[in-house]
């Protein structure tokens, strides 16, 4: 009975290490992900009624602090980001036409 219990606490030890990094995109996905934002971040800039989204980290354009956040999140995450910040962009080009 023993030997079971050490198999099962060594196997979620491993789990639980082994998590963390199975979840966290890889860095070539991560530097288009910064890359991406920092352009996202620069449109807007150049677009008046997009201003009152450069108070928010999300467009930020600070590449490493894009890259380093994207190395802890699920890839499925930044892409979340990503759209969000296409859809803010959307949203503050409409009104500007």
């Excluded at 934002?37 to 467009?59: M, N």
Aim: hydrophobic fraction near 35%; charged fraction near 30%.
């Amino acid at each position: 009975m023993h030997l079971l219990q050490f198999v099962t606490v060594t196997v979620a030890a491993v789990i639980a290490f082994a998590a963390p990094g199975a979840r966290a995109a890889d860095p070539e996905f991560c530097r288009d992900y910064a890359r991406s934002a920092v352009e996202q971040a620069h449109r807007a800039e150049h677009i008046r009624s997009c201003g009152y989204l450069l108070d928010s980290p999300r467009f930020s354009a600070d590449w490493r602090g894009h890259y380093e956040w994207c190395l802890n999140v699920h890839h499925h995450e930044a892409d979340e980001q990503r759209e969000r910040r296409h859809e803010a962009l959307e949203r503050c080009e409409y009104r500007r036409e």
